[in-house]
């Protein structure tokens, strides 16, 4: 990170003030990191320094974006946003401490950061802003990314303060909060993963979103304490597909809400999130999140949610969706129950298995890899590693199309159970 951070603040582009008409004293401040290489159908990611406001004030609005080197905004079928995760460094996190307060995200949904009138998340001249990335390159060569954020930012009055409190069904559970959905149940039927969170204090939630992948349905924020379900975040699916095909699509808009009023917590309440998804199919490496902005303050008992001022979209089921592999897989059909996971292969990538047989991945490479159903009876994925084994027990027979999600164009494999 040291490292990363110096070329960071030797290469970062400056920002440009621009006034707004709106207010006097809200300014729209635009960054853009150095170029980011992204290789032909690959992934990129690295967590980086990142500049941030040089002035006392406070964050009100805030939105990312992939560039490239002329500043021409990056569709989905170039270098893809894929995720993005802005934090404070030095501050604890409100829900998993640490040394870093996530405060804003984007997704493919591009869901912008937005705080109501009068309200903002403060932040000093001194404090050091810190992101994750994760960019996809959807063509064959290499290129360049640069992620251009926008902070819209106040300064000389005092805004009433915002703490961010990121709610995730795998929080803290590391850099890739994933869960797989198993699939395989009837039209309709749903999986459901859940987290819960016991407020440390009272105060109202002026702000929220949700954020999930491919199969997705809704994100509920409820208030177990309280009996009640204040905002669920829900998808709008559509526009081009990225191709060629490196994951299912994510939602291109998820609906978020603010609130002057805010929605009231009181302390000690149970706070609960549930990320359901479409159990008719698997969905491998699915996420569900939610980001709050609670401002804090007296709140006694279980108040009424006030009417929620909501960025709907367009919400619908998710589309069905049937992911082919990037490339067939190749070679002698295997009948061996393990197989080794190099740089960019897999030892087998053909292999017939009797049903009720453990199949072992023995991770060899110099390099992060991972093995993710994208089709097939069961979902079931085994996290980014470099080295070890993962195992799974085939119960069901089916062909099952599996890829590396990190190098998902070279490291293919298909495994059929009888
Ligand atoms: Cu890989």
Same mark, same amino acid.
């Given at each position: 990170m040291a490292r990363i951070s110096r070329v960071l603040l030797a290469a970062a582009t400056a920002a440009l003030a621009l006034p707004t008409l709106a207010h006097a004293a809200e300014r729209t401040l635009t960054f853009t990191t150095p170029a980011i290489s992204v290789e032909g159908y690959g992934v990129a990611q690295q967590p980086m320094a990142a500049e941030s406001p040089k002035v006392d004030g406070y964050v009100v609005g805030m939105e990312a974006e992939v560039v490239d080197a002329k500043g021409r905004v990056q569709g989905r079928d170039k270098v893809m946003l894929h995720h993005i995760v802005f934090a404070k460094v030095g501050v604890p996190d409100y829900t998993c401490g640490g040394a870093a307060e996530r405060f804003f995200a984007e997704g493919e949904e591009r869901l912008a950061l937005a705080l109501p009138r009068g309200y903002g998340y403060a932040n000093k001249a001194t404090d050091r802003w810190g992101l994750l990335y994760m960019l996809m390159n959807h063509k064959p060569q290499r290129l360049n990314g640069f992620i251009r954020y926008t902070v819209h930012y106040v300064t000389g009055e005092t805004l009433t303060p915002v703490k961010p409190i990121w709610l995730d069904v795998r929080n803290c559970s590391g850099p890739d909060p994933v869960f797989d959905v198993p699939g395989?149940? =009837?039209?309709?039927?749903?999986?459901?993963?859940? +987290?819960?969170?016991?407020?440390?204090?009272?105060?109202?939630?002026?702000? !929220? !979103?949700?954020?999930?992948?491919?199969?997705?349905?809704?994100?509920?924020?409820?208030?177990?304490?309280?009996?009640?379900?204040?905002?669920?975040?829900?998808?709008?699916?559509?526009?081009?597909?990225?191709?060629?095909?490196?994951?299912?699509?994510?939602?291109?808009?998820?609906?978020?809400?603010?609130?002057? +009023?805010?929605?009231?917590?009181?302390?000690?309440?149970?706070?609960?999130?549930?990320?359901?998804?479409?159990?008719?199919?698997?969905?491998?490496?699915?996420?569900?999140?939610?980001?709050?902005?609670?401002?804090?303050?007296?709140?006694?008992?279980?108040?009424?949610?006030?009417?929620?001022?909501?960025?709907?979209?367009?919400?619908? +089921?998710?589309?069905?969706?049937?992911?082919?592999?990037? =490339?067939?897989?190749?070679?002698?059909?295997? =009948?061996?129950?393990?197989?080794?996971?190099?740089?960019?292969q897999y030892g087998a990538e053909r292999v017939v298995l009797?049903?009720?047989?453990?199949?072992?991945?023995?991770?060899?490479?110099?390099?992060?890899?991972?093995?993710?159903?994208?089709? !097939?009876?069961?979902?079931?994925?085994?996290?980014?590693t470099q080295s070890g084994i993962f195992t799974h027990r085939f119960t069901k027979a089916g062909t099952y199309r599996l890829f590396c999600s990190l190098h998902p164009s070279k490291m293919v494999q298909q495994i059929t159970v009888r």
């Open positions: 395989g149940g =009837r039209t309709f039927s749903t999986f459901t993963k859940s +987290a819960g969170f016991t407020m440390p204090q009272s105060g109202r939630i002026v702000s !929220g !979103g949700g954020h999930i992948h491919g199969g997705g349905m809704r994100v509920e924020l409820r208030n177990a304490t309280c009996g009640t379900k204040p905002f669920e975040s829900r998808p709008t699916w559509g526009g081009p597909k990225p191709k060629p095909l490196l994951h299912e699509p994510g939602p291109t808009k998820m609906s978020s809400f603010t609130s002057a +009023a805010g929605i009231p917590v009181a302390k000690g309440d149970r706070l609960r999130i549930n990320a359901v998804y479409d159990n008719s199919a698997p969905h491998t490496r699915a996420m569900g999140i939610m980001l709050l902005f609670l401002a804090p303050g007296a709140v006694e008992g279980c108040g009424a949610t006030p009417a929620l001022d909501v960025d709907l979209g367009r919400p619908s +089921a998710p589309p069905a969706f049937s992911m082919p592999l990037p =490339r067939a897989p190749k070679g002698k059909i295997s =009948r061996a129950t393990s197989t080794v996971v190099g740089d960019f009797r049903r009720g047989t453990t199949f072992t991945w023995r991770f060899m490479g110099s390099l992060q890899h991972d093995v993710t159903v994208v089709g !097939g009876p069961v979902g079931f994925s085994a996290p980014w």
